[in-house]
C-alpha cells in the first residue's frame, strides 16, 4: 500500500509555530539550524504513550525534544475517531483523519515524531475491562511493541496509570497498561516473531507515569510531589528564543476540532514521574542512559567532528560547515550501517548539508487530482541559493519514471525539469491506508506490517532527487504538490491525490419512509478524467423498488459535475436495508466510491473514499402537526439533514437574528450539540428561548459538557450537568414516566425502539434537576449505578423545555429507528394535564 505523506518535503526549517497550509519556504530559520548542529552528539529516545490525539503531554515532549535534543516520539493508540467535533460535522472516519493531522501539526511544533495503533476508537469507555472487550488486546499489543522496537526508546512514558483503572477514560487505562506489558514483550524474541523480518528486538531501560496533581483531584487522595523524580520542563531556549512551555502550547493549539486552544506558558513548570518497570530511577527519567557517541561503536572521530562543527559554525555563512558536514557523513559511512544511530544521524547530517547550501525544492502539480489512467504533468524546481558547488544527477518518479539531468546549478536560479508521468489503470487511490478494509468496531484492519503505526501515508508518487554536493552524493525524496495563491492568505500547498476516474456520492445518508409514497433519490457524480462514459444504476433492499432501473453518465472534461434522479418505492412493511449507487464504465469497470474532503486552515487538505451507501427505512412513524423547525447549531452536527430527511422542513437560524419575533414561527426550535459551551451569544439568546417557551413553543437541547458554559443556567429551572453517560449501547433502558406524552405521542414507545443504537446511548446527562422537570428514562451501564438524566423535560408557561444528553447526533445520521420515533415525539410535545 502506498502511503500518502502529506508533510512537505521543502528543503527548509518549518517554523515552530506555522500552520500546515502555509509552509515557511526556505532555510531562514538558521536558529533551527544551530539546534540541530548541538542535537548530533546527543543520543537518546523517548517515547510517550496514550489513548487518543490531545491525550499527550506536549510540554514533556517538547522538553525531551526541543530542549534536550533526544529523539521523541507519541504513540497515540487510537486516531479519535469517537470523539466530538468542536470545528466541523466530521465524525468517525472523517474525524480520525482530521485529529490524526492536528497531531501531525503538533509534533512539527514540538518536535516529536508520531505514531499509532490499529485500535479504533469506539467511543467513551469506563474502564479498561470494557475497552478490551472491544479491542483485540493481542494486536494492539503487537503494535505497540512494533512501535517500540522500531524507534527503540530508551524510556517509555506513559500518561495514565495503569492501576487506576475507572478513574478515567478506560482507554486511557488501557494504553499505560499496553504500555507496561509492551516494555518487556518488545525484548522478548517469542512476542510477535513475525515483526523481526524487519526489526529487531528492543529493551528500553524503563516504563515510568508522568503524573501531577490533576490525577489526584476529587479522589479523596492528596498528590506528594517529594514521593516522585521531578524534571523542570519550564526551561526557556535562547537559540529558538522560546521557552518549553511556550513550545508545548503552540502545539497544544493545534488540537483545534477539541477546543484545545490555548494561552502559551511562560516561566518554571516541573513535571513528575513514577517508575512503573525497569531500572530504578532517583534522580532523572532517562538516569543510566548513555546519551553520547559512546553507544556506537568506533564513532569516537565522529564526535570529534561534530564538536568542531560545533565550534566553527558561522549563522551568517552556514554554506562554510557543509565540508566538515560531509567529513562527518563519509565518518558515519564506515560505521554499521544498521545501527539505529548511524542511521538516524546521517538522515540528520544530509537534511543539514542541504539547509546550509540554501536548497529550495518543490514538485508541483497543475492539478489536485490524478485519476488513474490518466497522464500528469509535473515540474520539479531547484535553487542553490549558495556557492556551493551543486549537481542536480537524477530525478525518479517512484517506479514510474527516471530522468537523468547532471547539470549544475547556477547561484539563485532556478533549474526546472518538466515530466510527464502515465499513471496504470491499476495504481492504488489514495486511500488512508487505515481503511483501505472494513474496520471492525474495536480495530482497523491493516496487513502489511510495515505500514502499521503510521501516522499517515507514504507520498503517492515519490519524487527522489538525486544531488552531488561538493561532490558529495545527497538523496531528497518530497511529495508532488498543487500550489494555489489566495489572495487572503497567500501561497496554499495541497497534497497531490490518486483518485479513481469517477466517484459519486448519494445526497442523504438515511432516507425516512413513513407511508408509501416515492421520494427522490439524487446521486452527485464527478468526473475526475476527460470523456468518461458509463451507466448508474442504485442497488436497493428485496421488498423496495426504483425507477429507472439504469442511467447513462457521460462526462466530457475532468472536474465536470451531474446529478441524477432516481425514484425510491419503499417496501410495504416495514424494513431497514442499504442503497449503493455505482456506476459501470463502457470499458467494464465498476465504481462505487465517493470523494469526501476534509478542508480546514490548519492543516493539509485531506481525502478519503466511502462507498456510495446510504440507509434506507420504512418505519412506522408519525410526526405529529411539526412542520417547520429552527436550528441553532453549535459545535456542528449533521441532525438538521437527518430531520429533512424524515421529511421536516429545518431552517440553521442565524445566531445574530435570533429575536421572538423572527423565532415565533417555528413549531420547535432545536439547539445543537455543546451550543452552550462553544457560541458566546448563548448568553443574550438564552432569554429569547425561554420567552419563547413560555409563549408556547418547544426547546430541545442537546448535550453540553459543564466546561465553560456560557449562561449562569441553561433551562427555565435549574439543573446540573454532570459527567454521567451511558457508554454501553446495549446497555438496558426503562421508561419511567410511562403516560407522558414523550413516550406515546404521536408515537408509542416500547424498549424495541432502543434496539440497534450506535456508539453510547448518550454523555453529560444532568444529575440534578429541580422538581419542575420529569425525568422520562432510566439506562444503566453493566455495573453501574442506573441514571435517570439522559431525557428530562419540564413545562414552562404554555410551553416545553426538553433537555436530553442522549446522542441523537449520532444515532439520526446513522438512521436508527427508534432514535427517530422518540424525536419525532420530542418535536411534537406540547404541556398537558395527563403527563406523568
Known amino acids: 500500500m502506498k502511503f500518502l505523506r502529506l508533510t512537505p518535503l521543502f528543503i527548509f526549517i518549518t517554523s515552530i509555530l506555522s500552520f500546515g497550509q502555509t509552509p515557511k519556504n526556505g532555510p531562514t530559520d538558521v536558529a533551527q539550524i544551530i539546534q540541530d548542529i548541538n542535537h548530533l552528539n546527543t543520543l537518546g529516545s523517548v517515547m510517550y504513550f496514550a489513548a487518543h490525539p490531545d491525550d499527550e503531554n506536549q510540554r514533556v515532549i517538547g522538553y525531551f525534544a526541543r530542549y534536550k535534543g533526544y529523539e521523541t516520539a507519541y504513540t497515540a493508540l487510537t486516531r479519535g475517531d469517537g470523539g466530538q467535533n468542536l470545528i466541523g460535522k466530521e465524525i468517525r472516519e472523517g474525524l480520525g483523519i482530521l485529529r490524526s493531522q492536528e497531531l501531525i501539526e503538533a509534533r512539527k511544533v514540538d518536535g516529536g515524531n508520531q505514531f499509532f495503533s490499529r485500535a479504533n476508537d469506539f467511543g467513551y469507555s469506563k474502564n479498561p475491562e470494557e475497552t478490551l472487550s472491544v479491542w483485540n488486546k493481542d494486536q494492539v499489543l503487537a503494535d505497540a511493541v512494533w512501535n517500540i522496537r522500531k524507534f527503540r526508546p530508551d524510556i517509555i512514558i506513559t500518561r495514565f496509570s495503569p492501576d487506576r483503572g475507572g478513574r478515567t477514560h478506560g482507554h486511557h487505562t488501557t ?147 557543509i565540508n566538515t558536514l560531509v567529513d562527518i557523513k563519509k565518518e558515519l559511512s564506515i560505521l554499521d550501517q544498521k545501527d539505529y544511530w548511524v542511521i538516524k544521524k546521517s538522515k540528520t547530517v544530509d537534511n543539514l548539508i542541504l539547509l546550509c547550501s540554501g536548497m529550495w525544492i518543490e514538485a508541483l502539480s497543475p492539478t489536485e487530482t490524478i485519476a488513474v489512467g490518466d497522464s500528469l504533468k509535473v515540474e520539479v524546481s531547484s535553487i542553490n541559493r549558495s556557492a556551493t558547488n551543486i549537481v542536480l544527477k537524477e530525478i525518479k518518479f517512484g517506479q514510474l519514471s527516471t530522468l537523468k539531468v547532471d547539470t549544475a546549478l547556477t547561484y539563485n536560479r532556478a533549474l526546472k525539469i518538466t515530466s510527464t508521468l502515465n499513471i496504470p489503470s491499476d495504481y492504488e487511490t489514495s486511500q488512508p491506508y487505515w481503511l483501505v478494509e472494513k474496520p471492525t468496531k474495536g480495530m482497523y484492519v491493516v496487513n502489511d506490517q510495515q505500514m502499521i503505526g503510521k501516522p499517515e501515508n507514504d507520498f503517492p508518487i515519490p519524487v527522489t532527487i538525486e544531488y552531488t554536493i561538493n561532490n558529495t552524493p545527497i538523496s531528497v525524496t518530497t511529495n508532488i504538490w498543487h500550489k494555489k ?197 448563548m448568553r443574550y439568546i438564552q432569554p429569547t428561548l425561554l420567552e419563547y417557551t413560555y409563549n408556547g413553543g418547544t426547546v430541545i437541547v442537546q448535550y453540553n459538557t459543564s466546561f465553560r458554559v456560557k449562561v449562569d443556567q441553561i433551562g427555565p429551572y435549574p439543573l446540573k450537568l454532570s459527567r454521567d453517560r451511558i457508554t454501553v449501547e446495549e446497555s438496558p433502558v426503562e421508561i419511567l414516566a410511562k403516560n407522558h406524552k414523550l413516550v406515546t405521542s404521536p408515537n408509542k414507545i416500547t424498549l424495541k425502539d432502543f434496539d440497534g443504537w450506535v456508539q453510547e446511548r448518550g454523555l453529560y446527562y444532568p444529575n440534578e434537576w429541580s422538581e419542575e422537570y420529569t425525568a422520562v428514562l432510566r439506562m444503566k451501564d453493566p455495573n453501574e449505578k442506573p441514571v435517570d438524566g439522559a431525557l428530562i423535560v419540564a413545562d414552562y408557561g404554555k410551553g416545553a423545555f426538553i433537555y436530553s444528553g442522549i446522542s441523537w447526533f449520532r444515532e439520526l445520521p446513522y438512521g436508527v429507528s427508534g432514535a427517530y420515533r422518540l424525536f419525532a415525539n420530542l418535536l411534537d410535545y406540547k404541556p398537558s394535564t395527563n403527563n406523568n
Open 175 to 321: 494504553s499505560a497498561i499496553i504500555a507496561v506489558e509492551a516494555f518487556k514483550a518488545a525484548a522478548d524474541p517469542k512476542m510477535f516473531p513475525e515483526q523481526l523480518e524487519f526489526v529487531s528486538v528492543w529493551q528500553p531501560k524503563r516504563v515510568i507515569w508522568n503524573t501531577n496533581t490533576w490525577f489526584f483531584r476529587g479522589k479523596g487522595e492528596s498528590f506528594d510531589p517529594t514521593k516522585y523524580v521531578s524534571i523542570e520542563c519550564g526551561e526557556y531556549i535562547p537559540v529558538l528564543g522560546k521557552s518549553v512551555g511556550e513550545i508545548a502550547m503552540a502545539a497544544r493549539s493545534k488540537h483545534k476540532c477539541q477546543g484545545f486552544g490555548a494561552e502559551l506558558q511562560r516561566g518554571s513548570n516541573s513535571e513528575y514521574f513514577k517508575l512503573l518497570d525497569g531500572d530504578e530511577m532517583r534522580t532523572s527519567p532517562m538516569e543510566g542512559v548513555d546519551t553520547s557517541w559512546e553507544r556506537v561503536e568506533n564513532a569516537d572521530k565522529v564526535a570529534k567532528l561534530i564538536k568542531k562543527l560545533q565550534q566553527e559554525f558561522n549563522p551568517t555563512q552556514p554554506n562554510l560547515s
Open 485 to 681: 495563491i489566495n489572495p487572503a492568505k497567500g501561497e496554499r500547498y495541497i497534497p497531490l491525490a490518486i483518485t479513481p476516474p469517477v466517484t459519486l456520492l448519494l445526497d442523504q445518508s438515511v432516507w425516512i419512509f413513513g407511508d408509501n409514497k416515492p421520494k427522490t433519490v439524487n446521486v452527485d457524480v464527478l468526473a475526475h478524467t476527460d470523456n468518461f462514459e458509463g451507466d448508474i444504476e442504485v442497488c436497493i433492499p428485496k421488498g423496495w423498488k426504483i425507477e429507472p432501473a439504469t442511467k447513462k453518465v457521460t462526462l466530457k472534461n475532468v472536474g465536470d459535475k451531474t446529478q441524477l434522479k432516481f425514484t425510491l418505492y419503499p417496501s410495504k412493511k416495514d424494513s431497514e436495508g442499504l442503497i449503493t449507487a455505482m456506476i459501470k464504465s463502457n470499458d467494464g469497470k465498476t465504481y462505487m466510491d465517493g470523494l469526501i474532503e476534509i478542508d480546514y486552515d490548519h492543516i493539509y487538505k485531506q481525502r478519503y473514499f466511502k462507498e456510495a451507501t446510504s440507509k434506507v427505512i420504512k418505519l412506522e412513524m408519525e410526526k405529529g402537526l411539526v412542520k417547520n423547525i429552527g436550528y441553532i447549531m453549535g459545535a456542528g452536527d449533521a441532525i438538521p439533514e437527518s430531520l429533512e430527511a424524515a421529511g421536516y422542513n429545518v431552517e440553521i437560524l442565524d445566531q445574530e437574528n435570533i429575536k421572538l419575533d423572527n423565532i415565533k414561527k417555528y413549531d420547535a426550535i432545536i439547539v445543537g450539540i455543546r451550543a452552550y459551551n462553544v457560541l458566546e451569544k
